[in-house]
DNA sequence: GCGACAG
DNA sequence: ATCTTGTCGC
């Protein structure tokens, strides 16, 4: 009878996760590990994929996963696939990856074995990377556990090592005038834990960009942009299309139905001219400590409990 | 008690 | 995350 549903998950159930979260955090790689991601052009890199879960309105359980990959740099969607999945986990604010993490593997994993050929080289999660409580984000644990790249791509600041949403921060915001302008988030912990970037030049709020898995931060900001038709990166965007889309038909309601009245002719992403930005202009000295960290390997998977209900 | 709170 | 309608600018 006594539900948590206004308490959230117990004690000893974020207890468990904390636990879950330190251990899967020691086979996070936040270096790059690909040759493409080296390359200036990414040449080399043909495929990123984007993950996405979207919710039934009235209902806390149902919701709908999605996965899809993109062409690389096009851009175009040659694979999705959206799978109705029942929520077990609560959302509780620094655990997302409980709640959505074990349908996003599910969905890797059935490419993996249906579309090999269509595996994406590098994924955009929703949600942080490093940039958490814990220093391991929904991107990070979506990454060891597929062991593919990930890049975390907020579109909150999470605060988090004395990280604040205040004054300071909305006046460095403020300073990003065009698109690909950036600037570190530095903790008080000394560590650079993401980027603010300006990721369309018709959008003032900023994407929180975090190292999730094998890749460093500046490549995980230059691939960012180079995704941008507009302020949210094409592979998340899609992802989420693909997820209300899905809910839609599937609660047989009115969809619409083509609402493309000229012929599609869309933005062009990655800006050729200058690769370089903006970054820490007129503000406090910020050296680049990447604190390159070896893993091992990915361990044993194990379920950490879903037993708050 | 107050403030914070990725999705 | 989810909902909503209009409004503004090019």
Redesign the pocket.
């Known amino acids: 009878m006594a539900l948590e549903a206004a308490g959230g998950p117990p004690e000893e159930t974020l207890s468990l996760w904390k636990r879950e979260q330190a251990r899967l955090k020691a086979h996070v790689v936040d270096r790059d590990t690909e040759t493409w991601q080296r390359d200036p052009a990414f040449s080399g890199l043909q495929r990123v994929g984007g993950v ?4 039934v ?1 009235g209902d806390s359980v149902r919701a709908c996963a999605s996965l899809v990959v993109l062409s690389f740099p096009e851009l175009e969607v040659v694979y999705e696939e959206s799978r109705m999945v029942s929520l077990t986990a609560p ?1 509780v ?5 409980f709640r959505e993490v074990p349908f996003l593997l599910e969905l890797v994993q059935q490419l993996r074995e249906k579309e090999p050929g269509l595996m994406p080289q590098v994924l955009l999660v ?3 990377g490093v940039l ?1 409580h814990r220093g391991f ?3 990070c644990h979506l990454g060891v556990l597929t062991d593919l790249p990930c890049v ?1 791509v ?7 090592d004395g990280l604040e ?1 205040n004054a300071l921060h909305k006046e460095k915001i403020r300073l990003l005038q065009t698109q690909g302008d950036s600037f570190p988030l530095l903790g008080d912990s000394g560590t650079v834990l993401g980027m603010a970037l300006r990721s369309h030049d018709r959008s003032t709020r900023p994407l929180y960009i975090s190292v999730g898995h094998r890749m460093s931060l500046e490549a995980a900001v230059r691939l960012t942009r180079c995704c941008c038709r507009f302020r949210i990166p094409e592979p998340v965007r899609q992802a989420d299309i693909c997820s ?1 889309e899905h809910i839609r038909k599937s609660l047989g309601l009115p969809g619409p139905p083509t609402p493309r009245s000229p012929k599609a002719q869309r933005p062009v992403a990655c800006p050729k001219g200058d690769s370089g930005e903006s970054s820490g202009e007129g503000q406090p000295p910020q050296d680049h400590s990447p604190g390159p960290r070896t893993a091992p390997r990915p361990g044993s998977q194990e379920q950490a409990g879903k037993d708050w209900q």
């Open positions: 996405d879960v979207s919710f309105k959302y604010s620094g655990f997302l990856a929703d949600g942080n958490h984000g929904v991107a975390g907020a579109k909150k600041l999470l605060q988090v949403n209300r």
